[in-house]
T-cell receptor, first 117, second 115 residues
């Protein structure tokens, strides 16, 4: 089955420390992978994506993600966390939805990141 | 540029009542999406439009949900009649072009509460 998983419901990190938010996926074919962030009472905002090429993808607000094909992972990282990074983070993967015969984004359940001052 | 606009932001109705949500995508974005987001979950696609054509509505519960995108710009999502289980946040998103690798831009959502 095609799917995406975020194994941690919540991640806590001290301000200034590096952060990692984990994501694993299961798709047939080459994956298209995305990270979005959601602040309270706001819509999701695009952070970065992997389509092809370099396994290390750089995105908005200093975030980056590493695509690892052998481990089927796409973890989000930032070298130094800010309090303002506290939000809900969603990993998404493009899947072929058999019911429609077209591609859709399937989102993980989200990981709540809390950066402690 | 202005972002995706949705209204209303909040809606409270009683079960069996109708409700409608409106979305204005980013100018020039020809693909529009409606998602359902339950508490503690990621968004789930309800319907996708390319211009005025609904190209993927396979997950839209068509017995009570309907959507339209007249003239390929604004879109309306309707529920009639609403059920208790429809309480959720309804998100609208848009993207430039039709490729599945294009990033989507999301509106703030409409939080629906059905009593």
């Amino acid at each position: 089955a095609q799917s995406v998983a975020q194994p941690e419901d919540q991640v806590k990190v001290a301000e200034g420390n590096p952060l990692t938010v984990k994501c694993t996926y299961s798709v047939s074919g080459n994956p298209y992978l995305f990270w979005y962030v959601q602040y309270p009472n706001r819509g999701l905002q695009f952070l970065l994506k992997y389509i092809t090429g370099d396994n290390l993808v750089k995105g908005s607000y200093g975030f980056e993600a590493e695509f690892n094909k052998s481990q089927t992972s796409f973890h989000l990282k930032k070298p130094s966390a800010l309090v303002s990074d506290s939000a809900l983070y969603f990993c998404a993967v493009r899947v072929l939805y058999s019911g429609a015969g077209s591609y859709q984004l399937t989102f993980g359940k989200g990981t709540k990141l809390s950066v402690i001052p | 540029e202005a972002g995706v606009v949705q209204s209303p932001r909040y809606k409270i109705i009683e079960k069996k009542q109708p409700v409608a949500f409106w979305c204005n995508p980013i100018s020039g974005h020809n693909t529009l999406y409606w998602y359902l987001q339950n508490l503690g979950q990621g968004p789930e696609l309800l319907i996708r439009y390319e211009n005025e054509e609904a190209v993927d509505d396979s997950q839209l519960p068509k017995d009570r949900f309907s959507a339209e995108r007249l003239k390929g710009v604004d879109s309306t999502l309707k529920i009639q009649p609403a059920e208790l289980g429809d309480s959720a946040v309804y998100l609208c998103a848009s993207s430039r072009g039709t490729h599945s690798y294009n990033e989507q831009f999301f509106g703030p959502g409409t939080r629906l509460t059905v009593l």
